[in-house]
């Protein structure tokens, strides 16, 4: 049983276009939500997180926003560059201090 | 800059064979990790050492078994392997367990089994 699902599994934007990628949880006991990218051949690297405090966290292009309630999170990517051209992974921290991955989405940024 | 350090980069073996992975971490974290990523990217962790301690021990077939010396170093080691450990095996630390916020991952070994 999956308790980070993510979707779409893959995402085909254009260049300067927002990308929206969606992620929800099922425990609600998770206290911490990262987001990592993986590019090919690489490894997996942190890319922005978030506490359930908050309900919005920016850096740049990239916002994380958070809705508690419905379990819910979402990483929008603004003015998409091919350069984010990678698979994004949803993360979720329970009580046990395990991070739990959901499977990824894969955005494609067309130029 | 790459601060935790795999070898081998990739390993191709046959059904039944037994290997070795290496992993160090320069960062001074206390915490180490195995994930394996398989064909579908699939990030499960396999194990967590804390300071030379196990603290998790995900449900994985008895013929995996890491190894820690010191908390800078922790290897993973697969008896007789079968062709579904065919998977990139990634190695992470984070400062500590309590508040494992970042990991960092090491470059990943890459398991072929015939």
């Known amino acids: 049983q999956q308790q980070v699902r993510q979707s779409p599994q893959s995402l085909t934007v254009w260049e300067g276009e927002t990308a929206i990628l969606n992620c929800s949880y099922e425990?609600?006991?998770?206290?911490?939500f990262p987001w990592y990218w993986q590019f090919p051949r690489e490894s997996p690297a942190l890319l922005i997180a978030?506490?359930?405090?908050?309900n919005k966290k920016e850096d740049g292009r990239f916002t994380i926003f958070f809705n508690k309630r419905e379990k819910k999170l979402s990483l929008h990517i603004t003015d998409s560059q091919p350069g984010d051209s990678a698979t994004y992974f949803c993360?979720?921290?329970?009580?046990?201090?395990?991070?739990?991955f959901g499977l990824g989405t894969t955005l494609q940024v067309q130029p | 800059e790459t601060a935790v350090f795999q070898t081998p980069n990739y390993h191709v073996t046959q059904v039944g064979n037994e290997v070795s992975f290496n992993c160090k971490q320069t960062?001074?974290?206390?915490?180490m990790y195995w994930y394996k990523q398989d064909s579908k990217k699939l990030l499960k962790i396999m194990f967590s050492?804390?300071?030379?301690?196990?603290?998790v021990n995900e449900t994985v077939p008895r013929r995996f078994s890491p190894q820690s010396s010191d908390k800078a170093h922790l290897n993973l080691r697969i008896k007789s392997v079968e062709p579904e450990d065919s998977a990139v095996y990634l190695c992470?630390?984070?400062?500590?367990?309590?508040?494992?916020?970042?990991?960092?991952f090491g470059s990943g070994t890459r398991l072929t089994v015939l």
């Open positions: 992470a630390s984070s400062p500590d367990w309590g508040t494992a916020e970042t990991l960092y």
């Open positions: 425990d609600s006991t998770f206290d911490y």
């Open positions: 978030i506490r359930p405090v908050s």
């Open positions: 993360a979720a921290r329970g009580n046990t201090g395990k991070l739990i």
């Open positions: 960062l001074g974290h206390d915490t």
């Open positions: 050492y804390n300071n030379k301690q196990l603290i």
